[in-house]
């Protein structure tokens, strides 16, 4: 089956990203394909529709929406990759001039971090009752304490990538090893 339209093609992209376990990227691509379908009709919307013009009123669509610029710079980055790939299979010629004008950056935001009295807060709670924010809590405390390691590489820790008390392990993201002296009250 041949795709002909951008929806197809977004679909598509979405299933290889979910096949290869990137699960953050495939929802940021289903996230941006339900945007576009709240902006225009989706299903008249092939490659040759395609203009700079359309982009950028679609990026006006979606600040005007509440959509905050990295999540929209997010979208459309997913977007560029979709492009490019599309045109490496000829649905599409010369996709830089797709985003002209286009912030695809990052804007830096307001740290959203707990102060200690919060984070003192949090860790005395007393939750008995309820074992399983119990172990939330415990879990998003250790989070803490491990310089914020990411969830997913908290759940996939094993005893074994500690090695005389050094948690060594690679983000799952990005491969990088990483690794961490382990203080008595991490062990708690």
Same mark, same amino acid.
């Given at each position: 089956?041949?795709?002909?339209?951008?929806?197809?093609?977004?679909?598509?992209?979405?299933?290889?990203?979910?096949?290869?376990?990137?699960?953050?990227?495939?929802? /940021?691509?289903?996230?941006?394909?339900?945007?576009?379908?709240?902006?225009?009709?989706?299903?008249?919307?092939?490659?040759?529709?395609?203009?700079?013009g359309v982009f950028l009123s679609?990026?006006?669509?979606?600040?005007?929406?509440?959509?905050?610029?990295?999540?929209?710079?997010?979208?459309?980055?997913?977007?560029?990759?979709?492009?490019?790939?599309?045109?490496?299979?000829?649905? #599409?010629?010369? /996709?830089?001039?797709?985003?002209?004008?286009?912030?695809?950056?990052?804007?830096?935001?307001?740290?959203?971090?707990?102060?200690?009295?919060? #984070?003192?807060?949090?860790?005395?709670?007393?939750?008995?009752?309820?074992?399983?924010?119990?172990?939330?809590?415990?879990?998003?405390?250790?989070?803490? $304490?491990?310089?914020?390691?990411?969830?997913?590489?908290?759940? $996939?820790?094993?005893? /074994?990538?500690?090695?005389?008390?050094? #948690?060594?392990?690679?983000?799952?993201?990005?491969g990088r090893a990483l690794s961490?002296?382990?203080?008595?009250?991490?062990?708690?």
């Amino acid at each position: 089956m041949r795709i002909k339209t951008l929806k197809e093609f977004i679909i598509a992209h979405a299933e290889t990203l979910d096949d290869l376990f990137k699960f953050s990227a495939e929802h /940021t691509c289903r996230s941006m394909l339900h945007g576009l379908e709240r902006f225009t009709d989706m299903e008249l919307l092939g490659f040759k529709e395609l203009t700079a013009g359309v982009f950028l009123s679609f990026e006006h669509y979606l600040l005007a929406s509440g959509c905050s610029p990295n999540t929209s710079a997010c979208y459309f980055r997913s977007l560029r990759a979709i492009c490019r790939q599309a045109e490496k299979e000829k649905l #599409l010629k010369d /996709t830089r001039q797709l985003f002209n004008g286009i912030f695809m950056g990052y804007e830096e935001t307001r740290k959203r971090a707990l102060n200690i009295e919060q #984070l003192r807060a949090v860790a005395e709670a007393e939750l008995g009752d309820t074992p399983s924010l119990e172990m939330a809590r415990d879990l998003f405390i250790l989070s803490y $304490y491990l310089r914020g390691i990411p969830f997913i590489d908290l759940a $996939y820790l094993r005893k /074994t990538d500690i090695h005389d008390n050094v #948690l060594c392990y690679h983000r799952s993201k990005t491969g990088r090893a990483l690794s961490i002296t382990l203080e008595p009250w991490m062990w708690e």
